[in-house]
């Protein structure tokens, strides 16, 4: 009887950490958009491979770049919505 190999992902690690040199600022919003899905939503570290320390700073900085509009709060926008006339 054969014994099956079980599938073993490849390890996961935060991008912070492993370059010192990434800044991780609401600044930047070209590296805050690798952790947004298309909807907005921030994508969780167990996806990611963020640390826990990494992914509190990069919510934050998610949200700030929101508030500065430096970032959509979503990339799909509904062209169904139409202006009702008065």
Same mark, same amino acid.
């Given at each position: 009887?054969?014994?099956? =190999?079980?599938?073993t992902?490849? @390890?996961?690690?935060?991008?912070? *950490? #492993?370059?010192k040199?990434?800044?991780?600022d ?12 298309? =909807?907005?939503k921030?994508?969780? @570290?167990?996806?990611?491979g963020? *640390? #826990? ?5 990069l ?6 770049s929101?508030?500065?509009a ?14 009702k006339?008065?």
């Amino acid at each position: 009887m054969a014994f099956k =190999r079980k599938f073993t992902p490849k @390890r996961k690690f935060c991008r912070f *950490c #492993a370059d010192k040199n990434l800044p991780l600022d609401y600044k930047r919003p070209d590296i805050l958009k690798d952790f947004v899905t298309e =909807r907005g939503k921030i994508i969780a @570290r167990r996806i990611t491979g963020t *640390c #826990a320390k990494h992914q509190r700073r990069l919510t934050t900085e998610i949200k700030r770049s929101r508030q500065m509009a430096l970032m959509h709060y979503t990339t799909v926008h509904s062209t169904d919505v139409k202006k009702k006339s008065i």
